[in-house]
């Protein structure tokens, strides 16, 4: 098991961390061949999952998720008794009233002490701490050790506002919960997370009166919001969205309905693909991705297929396979200027992407991403420690593209977009890099090393001693 931090990125800039092993990626100009096999997406899959265990009867999502975040949202739903199984390629989902009689230990969940482990998941702690007073006893919130220091104050403060009964110390989990239904009425919260709005929404339709949210200061993640109260629709859940997105008003007492629903294929995931093909010759098809723009796509990262053929990639419909097939010689990519307000997660393998391009691009209202896993934004200044040339002035990141990239250490900081953005971006760098907790991508691409070295990129895990006995080996090979 990969050691998990317990420490925070400084102001400073990154450090580099001790893990046993290391993620190590060779730097090369070949051409990319072959399949990616885009899995569905996670946004939809908690949402889906959770609003079927809120319907009393049977729901049928298809398409299956492997990341360990949907793994724990699993598992802290069947504690709370909800039944769900898999059968084929989908989930089929028996919901109704939350019930901890069931006698359920998984994944660190456990019925009978009610406690719910949410691993190292945003989305099911900010999704499930609200929907927790609708058990049938206390319910405690928790997660890993260093997830354990993650404050969530101004959810909990309008979930407090609603009538949910909580103990927290410092604000953080674990948080325990107490089971009675919330009470309703005027609650505000800060639009920082869309994670904090949702986590609200989908509590409000159970409450004993009318409940109106209202978002204070900027909104951050519009879309992300939008697929909550589309898909709460979907299962019969009534919310009343103002034009700015910034007023909703729930009616009370509502019942949701069982409902059958198609997961469609992860944006998020797609796109470090995507950047490996922009950034040497390829001819790659994207099994399970068939539209090559965002008005086409129903996912809150669209806009990624949108800012990536801005910069110049060539992306078809393959008429064979009816998947995306990205073939070219070589291109040479244009600069961004985007705003990040709506599409924080993006701007890791943006960053990559922006490092090879012909210009200066901008990043620009980036103060959210820094709440991220980790500070995704000082994360990805250890491009530089490549020879990129990215800065950070508060607000704004400004990255000039450079024409070549060299090998160096770096830190995952156990956070996955950057973990997969930082080792697509070694892939054009000459000569070895290494990256620390190796396998943070398994939270949300759990195929990503597969999938990337199927197509031609050179990624293993290993540990570091055993890595450069190999390279020792290679540079002077021992006479047979």
């Known amino acids: 098991m990969d050691e998990v931090p317990d420490w925070e990125p400084s102001e400073s800039g990154p450090s580099l961390e001790v893990s046993t092993l290391q993620l190590f990626v060779t730097g090369t100009t070949s051409p990319l061949h072959g399949e990616l096999h885009i899995p569905v997406s996670k946004y939809h899959a908690h949402r889906a999952l959770v609003l079927a265990s809120l319907s009393p009867g049977r729901s049928v999502i298809h398409g299956l998720s492997e990341t360990r975040q ?9 504690a709370l008794g909800t039944r769900v199984e898999v059968v084929g390629d989908s989930y089929v989902v028996d919901g109704g009233p939350y ?3 069931g006698h359920v230990i998984d994944h660190g969940s456990s019925s009978d002490e009610g406690l719910l482990n949410v691993g190292s998941s945003g989305t099911t702690l900010y999704f499930m701490t609200g929907l927790a007073s609708l058990a049938d006893k206390p319910i405690t919130l928790t997660g890993m050790k260093y997830f354990r220091r993650r404050p969530i104050k101004a959810l909990l403060t309008a979930l407090g506002e609603m009538g949910v009964e909580y103990e927290s110390t410092d604000d953080c989990p674990p948080i325990t919960v107490q089971p009675r239904p919330p009470r309703g009425g ?3 919260i800060a639009g920082t997370l869309s994670q904090w709005i949702s986590g609200l929404l989908l509590l409000a339709p159970f409450a004993e009166r009318e409940t109106t949210i209202e978002v204070v200061g900027e909104l951050n993640e519009q879309p992300y919001v939008e697929l909550t109260v589309e898909m709460m629709r979907h299962w019969g859940l009534a919310v009343e969205v103002s034009d700015d997105w910034r007023t909703y008003t729930i009616p009370p ?5 069982p409902a059958e629903y198609t997961l469609p294929p992860d944006i998020g995931s797609a796109a470090f693909g995507l950047a490996a093909a922009a950034l040497r010759p390829s001819d790659v098809l994207f099994r399970g ?7 086409e796509t129903d996912h809150p990262e669209a806009e990624f297929l949108d800012l990536v053929s801005a910069m110049g990639l060539p992306m078809e419909v393959d008429p064979e396979s009816g998947s995306v097939r990205v073939r070219h010689d070589g291109i040479e990519l244009a600069p961004l200027d985007i705003d990040c307000q709506p599409v924080p997660d993006l701007l890791p393998i943006l960053s990559t992407l922006a490092t090879f391009a012909k ?9 959210h991403i820094r709440l991220k896993e980790s500070d995704r934004v000082n994360a990805m200044l250890q491009l530089n420690r490549l020879g990129g040339d990215l800065v950070d002035s508060g607000e704004e990141l400004t990255i000039t593209g450079v024409d070549s990239l060299h090998g160096s250490p770096m830190s995952s900081f156990n956070d996955h977009r950057v973990l997969m953005s930082l080792a697509v971006a070694a892939t054009r760098a000459e000569g070895r890099s290494r990256l620390t907790y190796p396998r943070a991508y398994r939270i949300s691409y759990p195929t990503f090393l597969q999938e990337m070295t199927g197509v031609g990129l050179e990624m293993d895990i290993t540990a570091p001693a055993l890595a450069e006995s190999d390279v020792s080996r290679r540079s002077h090979p021992i006479a047979s």
């Open 70 to 78: 949907v793994v724990w949202t699993i598992a802290v739903l069947r």
């Open 99 to 101: 019930s901890t009689a």
């Open 186 to 188: 005027h609650v505000r």
């Open 253 to 257: 007492g509502q019942t949701a309905r």
């Open 289 to 295: 991705m068939a539209t090559t723009t965002a008005a």
């Open 359 to 367: 210009g200066t691009s901008r990043f620009r209202n980036i103060s």
